[in-house]
């Protein structure tokens, strides 16, 4: 039932998604913080072709999952649906980035990223690329608690930090991709 429920929320999303109502939404944002936003063609037949909206940061797209909260696998899976990766964080400048993006979103504090220690229960990985987690930015006394282990990001006095979290709560979540996966990618892959 469980999994009916979830085929039938990310079919919705895509038929939402195939008849083009993002564009319009996003078309009329002219707001000069989305000035870095740009267009991608994801889903593509003879009949019609939908663009996903997309940030650019140095190397790498950004989406922002703000349409429907999920818990972290979904949040993963949809990602990859897309053609993306959950979000991955290597710098200050990166997560300073990200703080933007989320603050200009306006739809909440906290959202999933790609850091789990579901893996072998410990280790903090970088999924779906199982690269180790290096650069962090854990809030004050996170990771808290063995028995939450995915990783989220929250801002909190105005900053943005990472908090281990059970995985089975619902949040949005950001997607990336290398703009050019044959020549980057994250370190260490
Ligand atoms: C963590 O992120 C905040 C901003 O969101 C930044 O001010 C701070 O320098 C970062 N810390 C590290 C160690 O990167
Ligand atoms: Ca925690």
Redesign the pocket.
Known sequence: MAILLQSFVLLSIFAVLSTGIYIDGYGQNTNQNFADKSWEHIFQSSQRSSVLPLYRYMNKLYYMGIHFRARWVVALNFCESLHMKLLTIHS?DE??RV?KYIRDASKGHEYWIGGTRLVDGYKWIWMPYGTQVEYT?WSNGQPSDVNEKCMQVWITNN???WNDRDCNAEFFFVCERYVDSSTSGPPGL
Request: cysteine-free; charged content about 40%; aromatic content about 0%.
């Open positions: 200050e997560n300073e703080h930015n900053k943005l930090t």
